[in-house]
């Protein structure tokens, strides 16, 4: 029985083929990056407060700017942040009946006199310090007691990616790899265009929704295709190229936001790369193992003998008996297959739990910069660039160490980060920033490996499943995430960081739970997940084998050990 992790051995296990399909395949990262934290900048906040026809006429009449009319009409509240000016309440006074001279604005009325007046409601809207740029959030009005709204814009996305990943994770173990990507990036560009046109806020919600169904789907689905395509040895680093160019679309977002200050222009932005993707359909094929699962043994070949002929690789005879060891292959993937033995539960949990540490801690950390008061820009571009060293980092350390151990750290580093950060005084500011930015590099390392951990854990048959099953506890964490940062920053800045290092503590810990599988091949069988030796010794029963056969028939095969 010749398996396709033998036939690579001869076609080539990471050759000129594959490295063109996943080079072309990472880039799909770069837009789902965008998509993911977009919120930043299309949903941003601005310094905001009530509009008063009555300032507004003496402002105009003066000259002031924004800032000096706030200065001499709007009083000074204690929120979590500390002092600031007040954005849900206006003075309830005849701004005409006052005196208010244009000399000099900020000499007629004292914050101590402002603070004894009556307020009122902001009944007449909101004045945002945000000349030339539009938000949803200024477009909407979704500010104090709508501020709601905003967390739902996220919430919608995370729900489009929680429905998206087990739809289409099931139509790419049934319909095939690139048959689900191609349809998902079709319905992608349709829908991005809808959430860009959006009337009111109840169809943009309604439409963001749509757009993440196909957004995360067929991300998982590249993933699992190119891991599915390359030798045993080679899975790690496609995988984590395949995230590190996330990275890349992480540093790209705050320029292109801040040369599009519009959030609709900013939103078909991110669709175009899905429409382009449909030219894939020319240049990547199916995936040859999911094939081989399904029986269809003459396309496997075919498009094996195409990867070995871009890679200049000669196949023997050998390719003729190649077959899929799975005895349940005819059978369509069920989400009961998650949980069929102790192992394969033990797998789906820890590894769900620690996608929903990872999304709620990532999604936090980046959505926090949007309400420190900085310039969301440079700040999100400089913590942007700590993540590239997360891919290097997880390179050199899971090729000699393997994957538990590191997967593990990184959850403990991003963990303590956040710990330590929430008690640093703001009068130590670059010493909390530093923290800070080792608490993402620790939870992007971690989110990186338990994507291709997971790839590693499952067999064939479900393995596009289960990924996409276990990484729906990631699209609750980014349905719960929007929650827990802007309405427990509203009680004490510091305290969504609290709860994100205790989950990344607990996800740690739980990673330690599971197997090593560096050099292990992928299993193809849930009988493998159970009995891990008996892949092992096929093989060296296979090496003793060929060992006997004479030197001349085994002359044109490379050996590859794993």
């Known amino acids: 029985m010749t398996t396709f992790e033998d036939i690579l051995e001869e076609a080539g296990k990471f050759g000129r083929c594959q490295m063109r399909i996943v080079s072309i395949f990472c880039l799909v990262s770069v837009p789902f990056s965008f998509v993911y934290v977009g919120i930043v900048f299309q949903g941003f906040t601005p310094e905001h407060w009530c509009h008063d026809p009555g300032v507004s006429e003496i402002r105009e009449r003066c000259g002031w700017s924004l800032q000096d009319a706030r200065k001499a009409t709007v009083p000074l509240m204690n929120s979590s942040t500390g002092v600031t000016y007040s954005q849900c309440q206006k003075l309830d006074m005849d701004w005409n009946a006052t005196g208010l001279t244009c000399d000099n604005p900020e000499s007629e009325l004292t914050q101590a006199q402002l603070s004894t007046l009556p307020m009122t409601v902001c009944s007449d809207g909101w004045e945002y310090d945000y000349e030339g740029r539009q938000s949803f959030v200024t477009e909407f009005d979704l500010v104090c007691e709508d501020a709601w709204y905003v967390d739902m814009f996220q919430a919608a996305l995370g729900v489009g990616f929680l429905v998206g990943s087990i739809a289409i994770g099931y139509m790419a173990d049934k319909y095939g790899r690139m048959k689900s990507f191609l349809m998902t990036n079709f319905f992608i560009g349709v829908t991005g265009i809808l959430v860009a046109t959006s009337p009111n806020y109840i169809a943009l919600l309604v439409f963001r929704v749509l757009f993440g169904f196909g957004v995360k789907g067929g991300w998982m689905t590249g993933y699992v295709l190119i891991t599915e395509l390359v030798g045993v040895e080679y899975r790690r680093m496609v995988g984590v190229i ?206 990186e490996m338990v994507v291709f951990v997971n790839t590693e854990l499952y067999p064939t048959v479900i393995r596009n499943l289960g990924v996409s099953a276990c990484s729906t506890l990631c699209d609750i964490g980014g349905i719960v995430a929007p929650f827990l940062l802007y309405r427990l920053a509203v009680i004490w800045l510091e305290l969504p960081l609290i709860i994100f290092g205790a989950l990344a503590f607990v996800a740690g810990g739980l990673v330690l739970l599971l197997p090593e599988t560096k050099g292990v091949p992928l299993p193809e069988t849930i009988d493998d997940i159970e009995c891990p030796n008996r892949n092992k010794e096929n093989q060296l029963k296979s090496q003793q084998l060929e060992n006997l056969l004479p030197s001349d028939v085994t002359s044109n095969k490379e050996v590859t050990a794993v």
Do not use: H
Request: charge should be positive; glycine fraction near 4%; proline fraction near 4%.
């Open 242 to 447: 395949y995230q590190m160019f996330f990275s890349l679309g992480i540093l790209i977002l705050p320029l292109l936001a801040y040369f599009i200050p519009n959030w609709r222009w900013l939103q078909v932005l991110f669709t175009i790369p899905y429409i382009c993707f449909l030219t894939y359909y020319w240049f990547i094929p199916e995936s040859p193992r999911w094939l081989l699962s399904q029986n269809k043994r003459n396309e496997a070949m075919e498009i094996t003998k195409a990867i070995a002929k871009e890679n200049k690789k000669t196949l023997s005879k050998i390719i003729e008996t190649i077959t899929d060891e799975n005895p349940d292959s005819t059978s369509t993937a069920s989400f009961m297959d998650l949980f069929r033995t102790s192992k394969l539960r033990k797998f789906t949990f820890i590894l769900s739990f620690n996608w929903f540490t990872s999304a709620v801690v990532y999604q936090g950390l980046i959505m926090r910069l949007g309400i420190l008061g900085g310039n969301v820009y440079v700040d999100f571009l400089i913590s942007g660039i700590v993540e590239l060293p997360a891919a290097f980092l997880i390179l050199i350390t899971i090729e000699r160490i393997g994957r538990r151990l590191p997967f593990a750290t990184a959850n403990f580093v991003a963990g303590a980060a956040c710990l330590i950060t929430a008690f640093i005084p703001n009068s130590m500011f670059w010493l909390k920033s530093a923290v800070a930015c080792v608490g993402r590099l620790g939870i992007t390392m971690a989110f």
